[in-house]
């Protein structure tokens, strides 16, 4: 069978994003279908306030998934780098670390979210016509923490390696089950909240199943075996050291959209549930640019650990500018035709109005957080996510926090509280160019010199092999000095390198037979 893996290492750049990112966003966009389908239903066939009990925990339901997926991109990173270092026994290590690691996370999110489920509700203002169907949502959701775990997991693994195709179709598979039970629980059994939250659930339980399963019979070096499931220090530190800044990072993103959904809550039910509705526009639009972000990732990471620095720059330049196009053109798609798309949510016009509202300031937007969000890849994928956090907490927590309090607070309009996203956006994406720039000088450009000196030195080791063996004593003028009788040069030369040169020599040909 062929192999799904793909060496980034080599060949056409752009060809290779492209065909690495189409199959994510796929993936990306069936994931927000579980949502959306969730709002959907309940919104058409239960009552306008379910709906608005299920829009009001995205939020919430977000700083604990984005945790998880965050601790999926660092297992990306980890074994990215040694994936593209051809390091098989660094990989298997990480496989089998990075499992243990993500399967306690998931179970952590699980206590953490069935404990202050309520009370996170009640800090967001939530009101008091949808917030017991809201806890009621979250509690059932919850349950199927470990396995969302499992499954960010998994596709860390095969997206670091190149394969993207495989955990598509196992959440297609998993995507026409929760439709299958959404419409089986609401319509036939008719729950409520609860129904859209089990289904979802169980359909999490589904792809986790499959993708693990998946890793368990894989014949390749990243396959999952319970035998070697244990703990390596240096990996788990490694993939802590990327996975956890990405995960508060996606965490710092909920808590400051908890102020920014209490600033929403102020005003009428209508508006809460627009928002709500809304919302699912920028659930889709960074679906589609994510997938370049985990490309960005994924392909920084094995160049970097093949120690090919113009790849890695020319990976990042493409990702970005692929993610602020998409963005582009989704907002433009949007924009005109944004009312029958809340459509599809609500049929009340007044709910219509008041998400139109947040899709016109947000559309014009998205291509500036691709400065922010793609950069913030590229660095995870040098293995730095502790600085690009911190920019993140500053310029989109702390900033859009004190925006709330005084410019949202001094005009106390819904457009005021959403221009923060844009500004914020600039800043913070300022900072992480500055900073990803830095790293590349530092980390990445001088594998260039390296590279070059180890060809160098190959390169005269071979033509002083090749010469003392037709017994011509050669050796590079900068070398001349201090050396053996002229009789033991190439005597102390072949006892020095002749393994190396053996190999090279014997290499060198090989290399020209055909490959078949």
């Known amino acids: 069978a062929r192999s799904a893996t793909l060496d980034m290492t080599q060949g056409s750049l752009s060809r290779q994003i492209i065909g690495f990112s189409l199959p994510l966003m796929f993936t990306n966009l069936l994931q927000m279908l579980f949502s959306m389908v969730d709002l959907a239903v309940v919104g058409r066939f239960s009552s306008s306030a379910a709906m608005g009990s299920v829009g009001s925990t995205t939020t919430l339901i977000f700083l604990f998934t984005g945790f998880l997926m965050g ?51 009640e800090l967001l203002n939530t009101r008091d016509d949808l917030i017991d169907g809201a806890e009621l949502y979250l509690r059932i959701y919850f349950l199927g923490m470990p396995a969302a775990a499992l499954y960010n997991y998994g596709n860390g693994v095969l997206n670091a390696i190149g394969d993207t195709k495989t955990p598509l179709i196992f959440l297609s598979t998993a995507g026409v089950l929760n439709v299958i039970l959404d419409l089986v629980f609401v319509i036939g059994l008719g729950m409520s909240t609860d129904g859209v939250a089990l289904a979802s659930m169980l359909s999490q339980c589904v792809s986790a199943g499959l993708i693990v399963r998946s890793l368990m019979r894989s014949k390749e070096i990243y396959s999952l075996s319970l035998k070697e499931i244990r703990f390596h220090k240096d990996k788990a530190i490694h993939a802590l050291s990327v996975g956890v800044p990405a995960g508060l990072q996606n965490a710092i993103f909920s808590v400051a959209n908890l102020f920014i959904q209490a600033g929403v809550n102020s005003f009428s039910t209508v508006v809460v549930e627009g928002n709500s509705a809304a919302g699912n526009v920028d659930n889709l639009v960074y679906s589609v640019m994510n997938a370049f972000y985990i490309a960005c990732s994924s392909f920084v990471g094995q160049n970097y650990g093949a120690g090919k620095s113009r790849r890695v720059l020319k990976s990042y330049l493409l990702t970005l500018c692929y993610s602020a196009v998409a963005a582009a053109v989704l907002g433009g798609l949007f924009l005109l035709f944004g009312h029958q798309f809340l459509s599809l949510f609500t049929s009340e016009s007044d709910i219509i109005e008041a998400g139109l509202a947040r899709i016109w300031v947000m559309c014009f937007s998205f291509p500036i957080s691709a400065t922010m969000d793609c950069t913030t890849a590229a660095s995870r994928g040098l293995g730095k996510g502790l600085v690009p956090m911190i920019f993140v907490f500053l310029g989109s927590c702390v900033f859009r926090v004190a925006w709330i309090y005084t410019v949202f607070a001094h005009f106390h309009t819904i457009r005021s509280l959403y221009m923060l996203y844009p500004f914020s956006w600039v800043l913070t994406g300022a900072a992480e160019i500055a900073y990803f ?47 053996p009788p002229a009789g033991g040069r190439a005597a102390l030369a072949l006892q020095d390198d002749l393994p190396l040169l053996l190999l090279s020599a014997v290499a060198q040909p090989l290399a020209a037979l055909p490959p078949y």
Not at 460 to 481: D, I, M, N, S
């Open 71 to 121: 601790l999926g991109s660092g297992v990306n990173v980890l074994v990215a780098t040694h994936f593209g270092a051809r390091s098989e026994k660094n990989v298997r290590e990480s496989v089998h670390t990075s499992f243990l690691v993500c399967l306690i996370a998931g179970f952590l999110m699980l206590t953490l979210g069935l404990i202050f489920a309520r009370p996170l509700l």
């Open 437 to 483: 720039l830095y790293c590349y000088k530092k980390y990445v450009k001088p594998l260039d010199a390296s590279t070059q000196r180890n060809e160098k030195e190959l390169s005269e080791r071979t033509a002083l092999f090749l010469r003392a063996a037709k017994g011509v004593h050669y050796f590079p003028r900068t070398a001349r000095r201090d050396m």
